[in-house]
């Protein structure tokens, strides 16, 4: 029983990864509106984060800046956090595309309902 | 497909992800348990090598700088793109314009407090993000994140005032010109590592002493660059959503009266 604990609090920034993906895309796949979809689309991009984040992650280590510990302090992996800053400022600019296409949508189809833009036009 | 049909199929193939999903987790090594070496060895490099003591800014926008390179890009057509699409088009004829449907709901004045608070804010928002900007070989900082900082300057000033204060400390020619300079800026440093006979990249600026404001070489330089780029790029957006929504609107809103 602890044997099963100890493996679950192994994997739970995983799981909680897993379960954001899920949460997400159960939101896309019933959005009624777009702007709530590209809500739940950076739900998506959340777990991912969160992820990537924890693979990097090590007990007891510091955040790997040096300006005042010394060099060899135990830190964490600063790939993982190089990688996740620069996607999460991508990732604003990417949404405030989405939501101009959202705004074109609207304009051209007079909808903001997945389900009411099945036709599509060139 | 129908809705019902969208959620079973939603549910059968998330059943699916999450058992492979575990599946997979039970091969990486567990949560707070980093099995290195890379960034070890980047930890113990940084200092050393490119006199950074923010290992973060040094992958950033040295050791990994032709990924930032990319990622800078992404930002960069993105923000075109959302420009592009925001744009006043003129074809009205297939297209229902849209007009502000609450176009006659009163606006609540901005409260004295916003106001105070928010100008007292104005300049120590502009120092902090160039701060952020001009530090981030240091310490937690660097050109993205000083450059939403700096970007968020003319968001107060919306805040205090209205749009046409905003309209009047912003300038999206300028800005168009800042940010591609910033983009472009990148992308010749790299050149000039190549001109000057080594890779894409490499840090040529003589490194400086660790701890100081002007250290590290390129890693200070490409970081201002990307501040500039980043600040630019999303004050750009936000002057095409302010026209979107201020402009455009109000223009389709007197058309449709009087039709």
Redesign the interface.
């Given at each position: 029983m602890n044997q099963l604990a100890g493996e679950f609090m192994r994997m739970l920034p995983f799981l909680v990864a897993a379960w954001l993906f899920l949460v997400g895309l159960y939101g896309i796949v019933t959005s009624r509106h777009l702007v709530h979809l590209i809500m739940c689309l950076v739900v998506v991009q959340t777990s991912t984060y969160l992820l990537i984040l924890g693979v990097g992650y090590r007990v007891g280590a510091s955040a790997p800046i040096f300006a005042d510990i010394p060099v060899g302090t135990p830190a964490v992996d600063p790939v993982t956090h190089a990688l996740m800053l620069t996607d999460i400022v991508v990732e604003a600019t990417v949404m405030a595309l989405l939501l101009a296409l959202a705004i074109q949508a609207e304009e051209r189809a007079g909808s903001v309902d997945p389900e009411q833009l099945r036709i599509m036009r060139g | 497909m129908n809705?019902q049909a969208?959620?079973a199929?939603?549910i059968v193939s998330?059943l699916g992800?999450?058992c492979f999903?575990?599946w997979g987790?039970h091969g990486?090594p567990?949560?707070?348990?980093?099995p290195?070496p890379?960034?070890?060895i980047?930890?113990?490099l940084?200092?050393?090598q490119r006199h950074a003591?923010?290992?973060?800014?040094?992958?950033?926008f040295d050791y990994?700088g032709f990924d930032?390179l990319g990622?800078e890009f992404?930002?960069f057509t993105?923000?075109m793109?959302?420009n592009l699409?925001?744009r006043k088009q003129k074809d009205d004829r297939?297209?229902?314009?849209?007009v502000d449907r609450a176009d006659d709901r009163v606006v609540p004045p901005t409260s004295d407090a916003v106001r105070v608070i928010g100008l007292a804010l104005v300049l120590p928002i502009v120092v902090f993000g160039i701060y952020t900007i001009m530090h981030g070989q240091?310490?937690?900082g660097?050109g993205?994140?000083g450059?939403?900082i700096l970007a968020s300057m003319p968001l107060i000033i919306y805040l205090c005032g209205d749009y046409h204060a905003f309209e009047k400390v912003t300038s999206h020619v300028l800005s168009e010109i800042a940010e591609a300079i910033g983009a472009g800026g990148y992308a010749v440093v790299g050149l000039v590592s190549v001109a000057l006979g080594y890779q894409y990249l490499t840090n040529f600026i003589p490194l400086g002493e660790t701890?100081d404001v002007l250290s590290s070489g390129t890693i200070l330089l490409i970081s201002f660059l990307t501040g500039i780029e980043?600040a630019a790029?999303?004050v750009v957006?936000m002057i095409?959503?302010f026209r979107?929504a201020f402009v455009y609107r109000k223009d389709g809103a007197e058309d449709g009266g009087k039709r």
């Amino acid at each position: 029983m602890n044997q099963l604990a100890g493996e679950f609090m192994r994997m739970l920034p995983f799981l909680v990864a897993a379960w954001l993906f899920l949460v997400g895309l159960y939101g896309i796949v019933t959005s009624r509106h777009l702007v709530h979809l590209i809500m739940c689309l950076v739900v998506v991009q959340t777990s991912t984060y969160l992820l990537i984040l924890g693979v990097g992650y090590r007990v007891g280590a510091s955040a790997p800046i040096f300006a005042d510990i010394p060099v060899g302090t135990p830190a964490v992996d600063p790939v993982t956090h190089a990688l996740m800053l620069t996607d999460i400022v991508v990732e604003a600019t990417v949404m405030a595309l989405l939501l101009a296409l959202a705004i074109q949508a609207e304009e051209r189809a007079g909808s903001v309902d997945p389900e009411q833009l099945r036709i599509m036009r060139g | 497909m129908n809705r019902q049909a969208r959620i079973a199929l939603f549910i059968v193939s998330g059943l699916g992800f999450l058992c492979f999903y575990i599946w997979g987790l039970h091969g990486l090594p567990g949560f707070g348990h980093y099995p290195g070496p890379y960034g070890d060895i980047i930890n113990s490099l940084t200092v050393y090598q490119r006199h950074a003591t923010d290992a973060i800014t040094a992958v950033n926008f040295d050791y990994r700088g032709f990924d930032t390179l990319g990622e800078e890009f992404i930002l960069f057509t993105s923000v075109m793109g959302a420009n592009l699409l925001l744009r006043k088009q003129k074809d009205d004829r297939e297209q229902k314009r849209v007009v502000d449907r609450a176009d006659d709901r009163v606006v609540p004045p901005t409260s004295d407090a916003v106001r105070v608070i928010g100008l007292a804010l104005v300049l120590p928002i502009v120092v902090f993000g160039i701060y952020t900007i001009m530090h981030g070989q240091l310490t937690p900082g660097g050109g993205f994140q000083g450059g939403v900082i700096l970007a968020s300057m003319p968001l107060i000033i919306y805040l205090c005032g209205d749009y046409h204060a905003f309209e009047k400390v912003t300038s999206h020619v300028l800005s168009e010109i800042a940010e591609a300079i910033g983009a472009g800026g990148y992308a010749v440093v790299g050149l000039v590592s190549v001109a000057l006979g080594y890779q894409y990249l490499t840090n040529f600026i003589p490194l400086g002493e660790t701890g100081d404001v002007l250290s590290s070489g390129t890693i200070l330089l490409i970081s201002f660059l990307t501040g500039i780029e980043v600040a630019a790029g999303i004050v750009v957006l936000m002057i095409s959503f302010f026209r979107q929504a201020f402009v455009y609107r109000k223009d389709g809103a007197e058309d449709g009266g009087k039709r």
